[in-house]
Protein backbone atom coordinates (compact mmCIF):
# COMPACT_ATOMS: atom_id res chain seq x y z
CA UNK A 1 0.00 0.00 0.00
CA UNK A 2 1.56 3.45 -0.93
CA UNK A 3 1.83 5.77 2.51
CA UNK A 4 2.17 9.59 2.31
CA UNK A 5 4.76 10.67 5.36
CA UNK A 6 4.81 14.81 6.44
CA UNK A 7 6.81 14.97 9.66
CA UNK A 8 6.48 18.55 10.41
CA UNK A 9 3.04 19.20 11.57
CA UNK A 10 3.65 22.82 11.92
CA UNK A 11 6.22 25.37 10.45
CA UNK A 12 6.68 29.25 10.57
CA UNK A 13 8.41 31.17 8.22
CA UNK A 14 9.14 34.83 8.16
CA UNK A 15 7.22 36.63 5.49
CA UNK A 16 9.36 37.39 2.02
CA UNK A 17 12.17 34.32 3.41
CA UNK A 18 11.60 30.69 2.20
CA UNK A 19 10.82 28.10 3.90
CA UNK A 20 10.80 24.17 2.80
CA UNK A 21 8.17 21.34 3.92
CA UNK A 22 8.87 18.20 3.50
CA UNK A 23 7.39 14.65 2.65
CA UNK A 24 8.30 11.13 1.29
CA UNK A 25 6.09 8.31 0.30
CA UNK A 26 6.51 4.62 -0.11
CA UNK A 27 5.27 2.72 -2.66
CA UNK A 28 6.13 -0.15 -6.01
CA UNK A 29 5.22 1.67 -8.32
CA UNK A 30 7.17 3.11 -11.42
CA UNK A 31 5.17 5.52 -12.75
CA UNK A 32 2.86 7.97 -10.64
CA UNK A 33 2.09 11.50 -9.97
CA UNK A 34 3.13 13.57 -6.53
CA UNK A 35 1.00 16.83 -5.58
CA UNK A 36 1.08 19.42 -3.02
CA UNK A 37 -2.19 20.87 -1.98
CA UNK A 38 -2.99 24.25 -0.14
CA UNK A 39 -5.76 24.25 1.85
CA UNK A 40 -6.68 27.65 3.38
CA UNK A 41 -9.14 28.93 6.44
CA UNK A 42 -11.48 28.47 3.63
CA UNK A 43 -10.99 24.96 3.20
CA UNK A 44 -11.12 24.69 -0.30
CA UNK A 45 -7.93 22.69 -1.72
CA UNK A 46 -5.80 24.18 -4.16
CA UNK A 47 -3.44 22.41 -6.12
CA UNK A 48 -0.02 24.07 -5.48
CA UNK A 49 2.27 22.01 -8.09
CA UNK A 50 2.29 18.38 -9.81
CA UNK A 51 5.28 16.26 -10.55
CA UNK A 52 5.27 13.30 -12.98
CA UNK A 53 7.54 10.66 -11.56
CA UNK A 54 8.71 10.14 -15.01
CA UNK A 55 10.07 13.51 -15.07
CA UNK A 56 13.65 14.26 -14.40
CA UNK A 57 13.04 17.90 -14.01
CA UNK A 58 12.06 19.28 -10.94
CA UNK A 59 8.65 21.28 -11.18
CA UNK A 60 8.38 24.58 -10.70
CA UNK A 61 5.18 27.22 -10.06
CA UNK A 62 6.36 30.84 -10.21
CA UNK A 63 7.12 30.87 -6.59
CA UNK A 64 6.83 27.54 -5.63
CA UNK A 65 9.38 24.56 -6.47
CA UNK A 66 10.11 20.91 -5.75
CA UNK A 67 12.62 18.91 -4.77
CA UNK A 68 12.35 15.51 -6.42
CA UNK A 69 14.32 12.64 -5.43
CA UNK A 70 12.78 9.57 -7.02
CA UNK A 71 15.19 7.50 -5.81
CA UNK A 72 14.79 8.12 -1.82
CA UNK A 73 11.21 8.93 -2.60
CA UNK A 74 11.49 12.40 -1.08
CA UNK A 75 9.00 15.31 -2.43
CA UNK A 76 9.96 18.88 -0.55
CA UNK A 77 8.10 22.12 -1.34
CA UNK A 78 10.03 25.37 -1.41
CA UNK A 79 8.22 28.39 -0.83
CA UNK A 80 10.42 31.44 -2.01
CA UNK A 81 9.57 34.85 -0.95
CA UNK A 82 6.72 33.55 1.39
CA UNK A 83 3.76 35.86 1.54
CA UNK A 84 0.79 36.15 4.32
CA UNK A 85 -1.37 34.46 1.60
CA UNK A 86 1.07 31.65 1.56
CA UNK A 87 -0.44 30.50 5.30
CA UNK A 88 -2.35 27.66 5.07
CA UNK A 89 -2.62 23.49 5.66
CA UNK A 90 -0.33 22.01 3.26
CA UNK A 91 -0.56 18.53 1.84
CA UNK A 92 1.23 16.37 0.08
CA UNK A 93 -0.20 13.77 -2.45
CA UNK A 94 0.56 10.84 -4.22
CA UNK A 95 -1.61 9.30 -7.44
CA UNK A 96 -1.05 6.64 -9.82
CA UNK A 97 -2.92 5.51 -12.70
CA UNK A 98 -3.42 1.79 -13.31
CA UNK A 99 -5.56 -0.13 -15.90
CA UNK A 100 -8.84 0.39 -14.15
CA UNK A 101 -8.59 4.35 -14.56
CA UNK A 102 -8.76 6.54 -11.93
CA UNK A 103 -6.92 6.10 -9.01
CA UNK A 104 -7.34 7.38 -5.41
CA UNK A 105 -4.89 10.25 -3.98
CA UNK A 106 -3.39 9.08 -1.17
CA UNK A 107 -2.45 12.29 1.75
CA UNK A 108 -0.20 12.89 4.07
CA UNK A 109 -1.25 14.91 7.80
CA UNK A 110 -0.71 17.81 6.42
CA UNK A 111 1.71 20.60 7.89
CA UNK A 112 0.66 23.98 8.53
CA UNK A 113 2.49 26.56 7.61
CA UNK A 114 2.15 30.09 9.50
CA UNK A 115 3.85 33.71 7.92
CA UNK A 116 4.99 35.82 10.10
CA UNK A 117 4.81 39.58 9.32
CA UNK B 1 -11.79 25.79 -16.31
CA UNK B 2 -12.23 22.63 -14.15
CA UNK B 3 -14.77 24.02 -11.64
CA UNK B 4 -16.59 21.72 -8.90
CA UNK B 5 -19.43 22.79 -6.72
CA UNK B 6 -20.66 21.72 -4.00
CA UNK B 7 -24.26 22.18 -1.97
CA UNK B 8 -25.21 23.06 0.69
CA UNK B 9 -21.98 24.59 1.89
CA UNK B 10 -23.33 24.25 5.29
CA UNK B 11 -26.12 22.15 6.97
CA UNK B 12 -27.88 21.42 10.31
CA UNK B 13 -30.10 18.71 10.81
CA UNK B 14 -31.69 16.92 13.36
CA UNK B 15 -29.96 13.27 14.81
CA UNK B 16 -31.85 10.43 12.64
CA UNK B 17 -32.75 12.50 9.63
CA UNK B 18 -30.75 11.89 6.17
CA UNK B 19 -29.49 14.77 4.06
CA UNK B 20 -28.10 14.62 0.59
CA UNK B 21 -25.07 16.70 -0.74
CA UNK B 22 -24.42 17.59 -3.79
CA UNK B 23 -21.12 17.77 -5.77
CA UNK B 24 -21.24 18.90 -9.72
CA UNK B 25 -18.60 19.90 -12.08
CA UNK B 26 -19.63 22.48 -14.05
CA UNK B 27 -17.69 23.08 -17.08
CA UNK B 28 -16.24 19.81 -17.54
CA UNK B 29 -17.47 15.52 -17.88
CA UNK B 30 -16.52 13.79 -14.98
CA UNK B 31 -16.04 10.24 -15.25
CA UNK B 32 -15.20 9.75 -11.64
CA UNK B 33 -16.08 11.57 -8.67
CA UNK B 34 -14.20 11.10 -5.51
CA UNK B 35 -15.68 11.27 -1.41
CA UNK B 36 -13.79 12.46 1.41
CA UNK B 37 -14.40 13.31 5.18
CA UNK B 38 -12.14 15.73 7.43
CA UNK B 39 -12.17 15.92 10.58
CA UNK B 40 -10.54 19.33 12.20
CA UNK B 41 -6.61 19.53 11.80
CA UNK B 42 -6.43 16.65 10.34
CA UNK B 43 -6.10 15.45 6.46
CA UNK B 44 -9.04 14.04 4.27
CA UNK B 45 -10.45 10.59 4.32
CA UNK B 46 -11.31 9.15 1.18
CA UNK B 47 -14.81 7.42 2.24
CA UNK B 48 -15.73 6.05 -1.63
CA UNK B 49 -14.82 6.35 -5.12
CA UNK B 50 -17.94 6.71 -8.02
CA UNK B 51 -17.62 6.21 -11.51
CA UNK B 52 -20.45 7.63 -13.77
CA UNK B 53 -23.36 4.62 -13.83
CA UNK B 54 -21.69 2.30 -11.64
CA UNK B 55 -21.94 1.29 -8.09
CA UNK B 56 -19.87 3.23 -5.88
CA UNK B 57 -16.15 1.87 -4.54
CA UNK B 58 -16.16 2.14 -0.38
CA UNK B 59 -13.25 2.16 1.29
CA UNK B 60 -12.92 -0.15 4.30
CA UNK B 61 -14.68 0.61 7.27
CA UNK B 62 -16.97 3.08 5.61
CA UNK B 63 -20.33 1.88 6.06
CA UNK B 64 -22.59 1.60 2.28
CA UNK B 65 -26.05 1.35 4.14
CA UNK B 66 -24.94 5.14 6.12
CA UNK B 67 -23.24 6.76 2.91
CA UNK B 68 -24.86 6.44 -0.48
CA UNK B 69 -23.44 7.74 -3.02
CA UNK B 70 -25.11 8.37 -6.58
CA UNK B 71 -22.93 9.29 -9.97
CA UNK B 72 -26.06 9.64 -11.96
CA UNK B 73 -24.56 11.66 -14.64
CA UNK B 74 -20.95 13.12 -15.73
CA UNK B 75 -21.41 15.99 -13.97
CA UNK B 76 -23.31 15.06 -10.96
CA UNK B 77 -23.16 12.73 -7.57
CA UNK B 78 -24.71 13.12 -4.63
CA UNK B 79 -23.58 11.48 -1.18
CA UNK B 80 -26.86 11.08 1.63
CA UNK B 81 -25.76 10.48 4.93
CA UNK B 82 -28.72 8.14 6.65
CA UNK B 83 -30.38 8.46 9.65
CA UNK B 84 -27.23 11.12 10.93
CA UNK B 85 -26.05 11.32 14.12
CA UNK B 86 -24.00 13.71 15.98
CA UNK B 87 -20.75 11.50 15.08
CA UNK B 88 -21.44 11.95 11.44
CA UNK B 89 -20.52 15.74 12.00
CA UNK B 90 -17.48 16.72 9.66
CA UNK B 91 -17.00 18.22 6.65
CA UNK B 92 -17.41 16.74 3.56
CA UNK B 93 -15.45 17.33 0.22
CA UNK B 94 -16.03 15.81 -2.91
CA UNK B 95 -13.64 16.10 -6.17
CA UNK B 96 -14.27 14.52 -9.99
CA UNK B 97 -11.67 13.53 -11.96
CA UNK B 98 -10.88 14.94 -15.86
CA UNK B 99 -11.44 12.62 -18.91
CA UNK B 100 -9.57 9.29 -18.93
CA UNK B 101 -5.91 11.17 -20.55
CA UNK B 102 -5.32 13.25 -16.98
CA UNK B 103 -7.47 10.88 -14.68
CA UNK B 104 -4.51 11.32 -12.20
CA UNK B 105 -5.76 14.71 -11.50
CA UNK B 106 -8.97 15.99 -8.81
CA UNK B 107 -10.45 18.58 -8.94
CA UNK B 108 -12.26 20.08 -6.06
CA UNK B 109 -15.39 21.11 -4.24
CA UNK B 110 -15.56 23.85 -1.65
CA UNK B 111 -16.64 21.34 0.80
CA UNK B 112 -20.36 20.83 2.81
CA UNK B 113 -19.81 21.51 6.36
CA UNK B 114 -22.58 18.60 8.43
CA UNK B 115 -23.56 19.49 11.46
CA UNK B 116 -25.85 16.91 13.37
CA UNK B 117 -27.61 18.15 16.63
Known amino acids: AQTVTQSQPEMSVQEAETVTLSCTYD???????LFWYKQPPSRQMILVIR??????QNATENRFSVNFQKAAKSFSLKISDSQLGDAAMYFCAYSFESNFGNEKLTFGTGTRLTIIP | GAVVSQHPSWVICKSGTSVKIECRSLDFQATTMFWYRQFPKQSLMLMAT?????????EQGVEKDKFLINHASLTLSTLTVTSAHPEDSSFYIC?????????????FGPGTRLTVT
Open chain 1, 51 to 56: QEAYKQ
Open chain 2, 50 to 58: SNEGSKATY
Open chain 2, 95 to 107: SASWLPIRSYEQY
Open chain 1, 27 to 33: TSESDYY
